[in-house]
């Protein structure tokens, strides 16, 4: 079955200081790849997305993210972190046409040490 | 400025009893979808709607209700029949229906069974 995995639940990271999270899918072909962000008590905003094309997305606020087929990853990074950045970030994964058929994972949370 | 509204923000219900959440938006988004989100999981997909009238359910569909008589409007009746509704419940839509069609949330509404 198609799945998606954010192997960290929690990571805090000093500000000013680099970050990337993980996220790993299951699944044959190429699938369609979120991120999404959701702060405290707030819906979900789209940071970026791949369909297909360059493997390296831009994304809102200064994210990107990195298609690797061997890997089955599609890391979110951004170079230097402000406390703003604090809150809950989602991967998806859309395996079909529909978007009914969108998968999300469990969410990490990212706290910024002042 | 366009968007999705939810209400309430926060809602308090007796065990036993039927409560409505409200999702509308003004995007002219043909596809709206109910999620639920509980703490360390992604978010379930609950019912889905494409078109007017029409609604189809997700992943975790038992104990809930939906209706769309208009197109801007997707109300949630979260039933008797849900053993454990307390959770937080996030409304999108997206413009087609289709796994690249970007979602847009609402802010959500946070049940609790008291």
């Known amino acids: 079955a198609q799945s998606v995995t954010q192997p960290d639940i929690h990571i805090t990271v000093s500000e000013g200081a680099s970050l990337e999270l993980r996220c790993n899918y299951s699944?044959?072909?190429?699938?369609?790849l979120f991120w999404y962000v959701q702060s405290p008590g707030q819906g979900l905003q789209l940071l970026l997305k791949?369909?297909?094309?360059?493997?390296l997305v831009q994304g809102i606020k200064g994210f990107e993210a990195e298609f690797k087929r061997s890997q089955s990853s599609f890391n979110l990074r951004k170079p230097s972190v402000h406390w703003s950045d604090a809150a809950e970030y989602f991967c998806?994964?859309?395996?079909?046409?529909?978007?009914?058929?969108?998968?999300f994972g469990s969410g990490t949370r990212l706290s910024i040490r002042p | 400025d366009g968007g999705i509204t939810q209400s309430p923000k926060y809602l308090f219900r007796k065990e036993g009893q039927n409560v409505t959440l409200s999702c509308e938006q003004n995007?002219?988004?043909?596809?709206m979808y109910w999620y639920r989100q509980d703490p360390g999981q992604g978010l379930r997909l609950i019912y889905y709607?494409?078109?007017?009238?029409?609604?189809q359910k997700g992943d975790i569909a038992e104990g809930y209700s939906v209706s769309r008589e208009k197109k801007e409007s997707f109300p949630l009746t979260v039933t008797s029949a849900q053993k454990n509704p307390t959770a937080f419940y996030l409304c999108?839509?997206?413009?087609?229906?289709?796994?690249?069609?970007?979602?847009?949330f609402g802010p959500g509404t946070r049940l609790t069974v008291l």
């Open positions: 999108a839509s997206t413009l087609g229906e289709t796994s690249t069609d970007t979602q847009y």
């Open positions: 699944y044959g072909a190429t699938p369609y």
């Open positions: 791949y369909f297909s094309g360059d493997t």
């Open positions: 998806a994964v859309g395996v079909e046409s529909s978007a009914s058929k969108i998968i």
């Open positions: 995007l002219n988004h043909d596809a």
């Open positions: 709607s494409q078109i007017v009238n029409d609604f």
